[in-house]
Protein backbone atom coordinates (compact mmCIF):
# COMPACT_ATOMS: atom_id res chain seq x y z
CA UNK A 1 0.00 0.00 0.00
CA UNK A 2 1.33 3.33 -0.81
CA UNK A 3 -0.71 5.73 0.89
CA UNK A 4 -3.09 6.44 3.19
CA UNK A 5 -6.79 4.48 3.29
CA UNK A 6 -9.16 7.00 1.21
CA UNK A 7 -12.81 6.11 2.45
CA UNK A 8 -15.62 4.60 -0.25
CA UNK A 9 -18.19 6.85 -1.58
CA UNK A 10 -21.10 5.10 -2.88
CA UNK A 11 -24.82 5.92 -3.09
CA UNK A 12 -25.39 5.30 0.64
CA UNK A 13 -22.65 7.40 1.90
CA UNK A 14 -22.24 10.11 -1.29
CA UNK A 15 -24.23 12.96 1.18
CA UNK A 16 -22.42 12.28 4.15
CA UNK A 17 -19.33 13.00 2.88
CA UNK A 18 -20.88 16.11 0.75
CA UNK A 19 -21.16 17.55 3.92
CA UNK A 20 -17.83 16.59 5.26
CA UNK A 21 -16.40 18.57 2.12
CA UNK A 22 -18.62 21.55 3.41
CA UNK A 23 -16.90 21.04 6.63
CA UNK A 24 -20.22 19.79 8.35
CA UNK A 25 -20.36 16.26 10.05
CA UNK A 26 -23.63 14.40 9.37
CA UNK A 27 -25.55 11.79 10.65
CA UNK A 28 -28.60 10.05 9.06
CA UNK A 29 -32.04 10.21 10.59
CA UNK A 30 -35.15 8.36 10.68
CA UNK A 31 -37.99 10.31 9.54
CA UNK A 32 -40.40 7.75 10.66
CA UNK A 33 -38.92 7.00 14.04
CA UNK A 34 -36.43 10.44 14.66
CA UNK A 35 -32.99 7.85 15.52
CA UNK A 36 -29.92 9.38 14.61
CA UNK A 37 -27.30 6.98 13.22
CA UNK A 38 -24.00 7.42 11.35
CA UNK A 39 -24.06 6.60 7.10
CA UNK A 40 -23.55 3.22 6.82
CA UNK A 41 -26.93 2.04 6.62
CA UNK A 42 -29.59 2.28 4.01
CA UNK A 43 -32.41 1.64 6.55
CA UNK A 44 -33.60 2.97 9.98
CA UNK A 45 -31.57 0.19 12.49
CA UNK A 46 -34.45 1.32 15.48
CA UNK A 47 -37.61 0.82 13.28
CA UNK A 48 -35.71 -0.45 9.66
CA UNK A 49 -38.01 2.31 7.96
CA UNK A 50 -35.74 3.30 4.66
CA UNK A 51 -37.43 6.84 5.49
CA UNK A 52 -34.07 8.45 5.84
CA UNK A 53 -32.80 12.02 6.39
CA UNK A 54 -29.15 13.87 6.78
CA UNK A 55 -28.85 16.97 9.64
CA UNK A 56 -25.63 18.71 10.34
CA UNK A 57 -24.08 18.12 14.13
CA UNK A 58 -22.78 20.46 16.31
CA UNK A 59 -19.41 18.13 15.36
CA UNK A 60 -18.71 18.21 19.67
CA UNK A 61 -18.62 15.49 21.46
CA UNK A 62 -17.20 13.35 24.64
CA UNK A 63 -14.26 10.77 24.50
CA UNK A 64 -15.63 8.23 25.81
CA UNK A 65 -12.58 5.20 24.90
CA UNK A 66 -9.04 5.86 23.63
CA UNK A 67 -6.25 3.59 22.39
CA UNK A 68 -2.77 5.15 21.08
CA UNK A 69 -1.19 3.18 18.17
CA UNK A 70 2.55 2.81 18.15
CA UNK A 71 2.76 0.45 15.33
CA UNK A 72 1.44 1.86 12.05
CA UNK A 73 -1.04 -0.39 10.46
CA UNK A 74 0.52 0.65 7.40
CA UNK A 75 3.82 2.29 6.14
CA UNK A 76 1.89 5.12 4.93
CA UNK A 77 1.40 5.87 9.06
CA UNK A 78 4.53 5.53 9.88
CA UNK A 79 5.61 9.24 10.15
CA UNK A 80 2.30 9.93 12.69
CA UNK A 81 3.19 7.26 15.40
CA UNK A 82 2.46 7.77 17.85
CA UNK A 83 -1.23 9.29 17.60
CA UNK A 84 -4.22 8.37 19.52
CA UNK A 85 -7.72 6.90 17.77
CA UNK A 86 -10.71 7.84 19.94
CA UNK A 87 -14.11 6.96 20.33
CA UNK A 88 -16.48 9.85 20.46
CA UNK A 89 -19.90 10.21 21.91
CA UNK A 90 -20.99 13.47 19.47
CA UNK A 91 -23.80 15.88 21.82
CA UNK A 92 -26.20 14.26 19.51
CA UNK A 93 -25.63 10.72 21.12
CA UNK A 94 -23.94 8.78 18.52
CA UNK A 95 -20.46 7.60 18.66
CA UNK A 96 -18.01 7.24 15.80
CA UNK A 97 -14.40 6.95 15.82
CA UNK A 98 -11.72 9.08 14.41
CA UNK A 99 -7.80 10.30 15.27
CA UNK A 100 -7.62 13.08 17.89
CA UNK A 101 -5.19 15.44 16.56
CA UNK A 102 -3.73 18.68 17.37
CA UNK A 103 -2.08 17.24 20.96
CA UNK A 104 0.11 15.03 22.52
CA UNK A 105 -1.62 11.07 22.37
CA UNK A 106 -0.41 10.85 26.38
CA UNK A 107 -2.84 13.76 27.26
CA UNK A 108 -5.82 12.02 25.63
CA UNK A 109 -8.69 11.07 28.01
CA UNK A 110 -11.70 9.87 29.08
CA UNK A 111 -14.48 13.02 29.59
CA UNK A 112 -12.30 15.17 26.93
CA UNK A 113 -14.41 17.02 24.51
CA UNK A 114 -13.33 17.75 21.71
CA UNK A 115 -14.52 18.95 18.32
CA UNK A 116 -14.77 17.90 14.56
CA UNK A 117 -12.09 18.60 11.87
CA UNK A 118 -11.13 17.29 9.00
CA UNK A 119 -8.35 16.00 6.97
CA UNK A 120 -8.09 16.23 3.09
CA UNK A 121 -7.59 12.49 2.12
CA UNK A 122 -8.00 12.12 -1.83
CA UNK A 123 -11.92 13.02 -2.70
CA UNK A 124 -12.93 13.28 0.84
CA UNK A 125 -12.69 15.54 3.75
CA UNK A 126 -12.01 12.93 6.29
CA UNK A 127 -13.70 13.57 10.20
CA UNK A 128 -10.74 13.57 12.89
CA UNK A 129 -11.28 15.02 16.26
CA UNK A 130 -9.14 17.62 18.51
CA UNK A 131 -9.72 18.91 22.11
CA UNK A 132 -11.75 21.68 22.59
CA UNK A 133 -12.77 24.16 25.50
Known amino acids: MSGKLVPEINDVTRE???GT???ELR???CLSCDAKFRFNHGWCPQCGSAELGM?????KGTVTNYTVIHVPPY?????EVPYA??????????RMMANIVDCDPASVGIGMRVEVTFEERG???LP?????N
Not at 55 to 59: F, K, L, P, R, W
Not at 75 to 79: D, L, R, S, T, V
Open 128 to 132: QFRPS
Open 21 to 23: ALG
Open 27 to 29: LRT
Open 55 to 59: EATSG
Open 16 to 18: YWE
Open 75 to 79: EAYAA
Open 85 to 94: LVLVELDEGV
Open 123 to 125: PVM
